[in-house]
């Protein structure tokens, strides 16, 4: 089928966002690649290049300190020059004076900031051409074949290297048989993509089936196996001979069905140095993820915890990884909620490289139907605000991509903003996600007024709590309808082999994970945390059902008993939606029409969502608890 090319929306690369560059006298000295890409984004943005004296001056040859990314503006009589040690640290440096960057030196915080596409190949009967992809279809492939809009590759690259992205995986973790052959007879594709990114300085890494030899003809994928060692080194001094900055492997082993090395017995530092070994020469990695746990659970047996899963299987195999391993691991111990304490083998693994992955895909948080403004709930983590912190531990950070062939790339306009936040915090731990808000606002909405930016912070700076406030209360989670989980279902998942409860009964509601008396996996974490989570008293009250099975009328931290707080937060979470539409009408003027219409209409659905959330849960915990609303509003 022709692609019909719709047109697609700038998101934070509109020509307005250029006005930094435009009509200047820019000198660019260097030369290769991404120096090219340079003058080329120069040029279009109507700068005027000069052999001498520029404006702006770009040159190489900072101080080698800055590394391969780094950069250095220095701003003296009206003029901007910047020196980096490689061109990679001038493309960053570009995309900086965009946002009009002070004076300083930069350099990323983790060398890579990469984001992981869940794309298949084939239409996949269940999850279609996206898994939980809420943004229409992949950028990559479409119905088997590759989509080939090479022009919207390129902008998309674009586009992520102007938030810091620096490295991309293609296709889904769940590998299926046709995505296995992206390794070997489809590489060709792959290579076609990654001709695209490169020119943007993103690395290209595909995601690799631990049964791929299998694939191929092998009797078996033991990791131990000579013939397995061999099978894996020529097929990937074939990918370099045709990629020769392929970035590597990324493996979901052991997991949801997926195969690995536990079939043959071996551990996953084996599978995991495997591939390591046939990567090494080439100078690739393999990201081998921890989301390991037993998805077929008996939910009778309450000694099973998915939380302690990662940490179990993770923490005795630390110092046992090749140095070309890097551990994925999930920013919270079960599944990507919207509250989740961080997961505990991120600060267990000291001897191993991480890398830790978050969702900008909403799966869990609204489905790119709901607007959820994520920078905060990832600044936090990184912070450490309730828990150990990210920043500092993590070598490496990755999000889960939010994008599809949609027009405006994310479904939910407003979610760009998530994609271009995760870009710049994993670049910069420290920034203020309402300061990102700011940025991308700048950059999205040339010339916004300050009526527009106070309404985008007012429907966007405090999203994500008040998507936590009408779902799943104090951190207990998975409320959802099981499969798509779209919409509340508070039992939907509660005597599934998934692992999943929260244990509600006529008395109180929440798993017991302490030490003393449940699972143990308070125990898991350093002190003072392993303290704090045991505690009902001193639990942080939006972790309070995570760690413990409490009385509905067990007083929290901020006074109200667990019942009349789940009461009042879905009251005010509902309502709060109401108000987010009716901020949204009050810019109207001030957008694009397609896309205020796009936001309009999605807001609709959401304060209905909202609302249908507030009444199943609290109609559920009315009946289960028999205790009335203090305010004896409607419940049914
Ligand atoms: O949250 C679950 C998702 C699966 C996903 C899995 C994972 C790609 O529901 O769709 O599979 O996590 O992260 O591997």
């Known amino acids: 089928m022709p692609i019909v090319d719709e047109p697609v929306h700038p998101a934070w690369l509109p020509p307005g966002a250029w006005r930094p560059i435009t009509g200047r006298r820019v000198r660019v000295t260097g030369e290769g690649l991404l120096v090219r890409t340079v003058l080329a984004e120069l040029r279009a943005a109507g700068a005027t290049l000069v052999e001498t004296d520029g404006d702006v001056e770009f040159g190489l040859g900072g101080d080698p300190a800055l590394d391969g990314e780094g950069f250095e503006i220095v701003r003296r009589d009206g003029r901007t020059l910047i020196r980096a040690a490689a061109p990679h640290g001038l493309l960053h440096s570009l995309f900086h004076l965009l946002r009009e960057a002070p004076a300083g030196r930069y350099r990323p915080a983790v060398d890579r900031r990469m984001v992981d596409h869940w794309d298949n190949v084939d239409v996949h009967p269940v999850m279609g051409q996206v898994e939980r992809g809420y943004a229409g279809g992949s950028l990559f492939w479409r119905a088997g074949e590759p989509r080939r809009d090479l022009p919207r590759v390129a902008a998309y690259a674009r586009l992520l290297a102007a938030c810091g992205v620096n490295a991309v995986a293609l296709n889904n973790v769940n590998v299926h048989a046709t995505e296995t052959r992206l390794l070997t007879d489809r590489l060709a594709e792959v290579a076609e993509l990654a001709a695209e990114f490169r020119r943007y300085g993103i690395r290209v890494h595909l995601s690799v089936s631990f049964a791929a030899p299998v694939h191929h003809g092998l009797p078996g994928a033991d990791p131990l196996d000579d013939r397995v060692v061999a099978w894996w080194a020529e097929a990937t001094r074939a990918v370099y001979e045709m990629i020769p900055d392929f970035g590597g492997y990324l493996v979901k082993a052991d997991s949801e069905g997926q195969p690995g090395p536990f079939t043959y017995g071996r551990s996953h530092a084996d599978g995991a140095n495997l591939l390591a070994g046939a990567l090494a020469p080439h100078g690739g990695v393999v990201h081998w993820r921890a989301f390991v746990y037993n998805h077929r659970q008996d939910w009778r047996d309450r000694s099973v915890d998915r939380a302690r899963a990662a940490y179990d299987h993770f923490t005795p195999l630390d110092g046992a990884f090749r140095d070309n391993v890097v551990v994925q691991v999930k920013h919270g111990p079960m599944d990507f909620q919207a509250r989740e304490p961080v997961a505990p083998l991120i600060a267990a693994m000291p001897a191993t490289r991480l890398a830790v992955e978050v969702q900008a895909t909403q799966e869990y948080t609204g489905q790119q139907r709901h607007l959820c403004y994520l920078a905060p709930m990832w600044s936090s983590l990184l912070r450490g605000t309730d828990g150990p912190a990210i920043a500092g531990v993590a070598a490496e950070m ?239």
Request: with cysteine; net charge negative.
């Open 398 to 636: 990755v999000a889960v991509a939010n994008t599809g062939d949609d027009p405006f790339w994310t479904g939910h306009p407003l979610a760009q903003a998530n994609l271009y936040a995760f870009g710049r915090l994993a670049w910069d731990h420290t920034l203020d996600p309402v300061t990102i808000l700011d940025e991308w606002t700048g950059l999205t909405f040339p010339g916004a007024s300050p009526a527009l930016r106070a309404t985008l912070h007012a429907v966007m700076d405090g999203s994500w709590q008040t998507y936590e406030r009408y779902t799943a209360p104090l951190g207990v989670g998975f409320m959802v309808r099981p499969g798509h989980h779209y919409g509340p279902d508070v039992d939907g998942y509660e005597y599934t082999p998934w692992g999943t409860y929260h244990h509600a009964d006529r008395d109180g509601v929440g798993v017991d994970r302490t030490v003393a008396t449940g699972t143990g996996f308070t125990g898991q974490y350093p002190q003072p945390w392993a303290s704090i989570y045991e505690s009902a008293a001193d639990c942080p009250d939006e972790l309070a059902l995570f760690f413990h099975h409490l009385p509905y009328g067990h007083v929290l931290r901020d006074g109200r008993t667990v019942i009349q707080h789940i009461y009042d937060t879905h009251f005010a979470g509902a309502a709060e939606t109401a108000e987010m539409r009716r901020r949204w009408q009050t810019i109207s003027d001030e957008v694009p029409t397609e896309l205020f219409r796009r936001v309009a209409g999605l807001l609709n659905e959401q304060v209905r969502s909202a609302e249908e959330w507030r009444d199943q849960i609290n109609a559920y915990f009315l009946r289960k608890s028999g205790v009335p609303d203090e305010h004896g509003r409607p419940i049914y």
